[in-house]
């Protein structure tokens, strides 16, 4: 996915706004966040729906793909720190967050729901093959407990060309459940969440 190709799916009128911090000029910035924020949480809320057994930890699971650490990591798979102009010292992950959620609202804006669907499942992706700091981390932490991290999956769903995988991770009696656009990013989400319930 190259990065300069995705840019150019947001109209001119939305792209001063979206790559113009508030501290280095007048732009809406902040509204276009305040808009991708809402996308990202509905399109994010309608993916668990469709795996999900119950209602119990979707919550999480949820927190888990819209919090700040998640977002900026795409932001910076994206490279947003290099486009977004600003003035003064802002943190990078709050900046990388933030200027994501304003991209996303300039692409809802300028190419409707399902576009932004799909984008959100390929950089959702995207991101897995950059960093596996979840799965590294219970694997670690599960070695030193004389144990190994047991990753299933229990389901699948969505259409031919948009999967939805929801993966379960188990350490002795203790298991966590996550769901994601593939196995893989399944798998990170479970781990997340057991990392979250059990360990911090």
């Not at 305040?34 to 990202?40: C, H, I, T």
């Not at 949480?41 to 650490?69: C, D, M, P, R, Y």
């Not at 804006?109 to 669907?117: I, Y």
Request: net charge positive.
């Amino acid at each position: 996915m190259q990065r300069f190709s995705l840019f150019g799916i947001i109209h001119s009128s939305h792209f001063n706004h979206v790559f113009l911090h508030p501290s280095a000029g007048p732009s809406k910035f902040e509204i276009y966040e305040f808009l991708g924020d809402k996308v990202l949480g509905l399109i994010v809320a309608e993916q668990l729906f469709t795996t999900a057994h119950s209602e119990g930890g979707l919550s999480t699971a949820h927190a888990n793909w819209v919090n700040k650490h998640t977002l900026s990591r795409i932001g910076e798979f994206l490279e947003l720190d290099r486009l977004i102009k600003t003035r003064g010292d802002i943190q990078k992950d709050t900046l990388l967050a933030d200027g994501f959620e304003a991209f996303i609202g300039a692409v809802y804006l300028t190419q409707g729901l399902s576009f932004t669907k799909d984008l959100w499942y390929k950089l959702s992706e995207s991101i897995d093959s950059v960093s596996t700091t979840n799965k590294t981390f219970l694997q670690e932490w599960a070695h030193k407990q004389q144990t190994t991290p047991l990753y299933t999956t229990i389901k699948t769903g969505g259409a031919e060309h948009k999967p939805i995988f929801s993966c379960t991770v188990t350490i002795k009696n203790q298991q966590a459940q996550g769901t994601g656009s593939s196995k893989k990013s399944a798998e990170n989400a479970a781990a997340s969440l057991f990392i979250q319930r059990y360990i911090k």
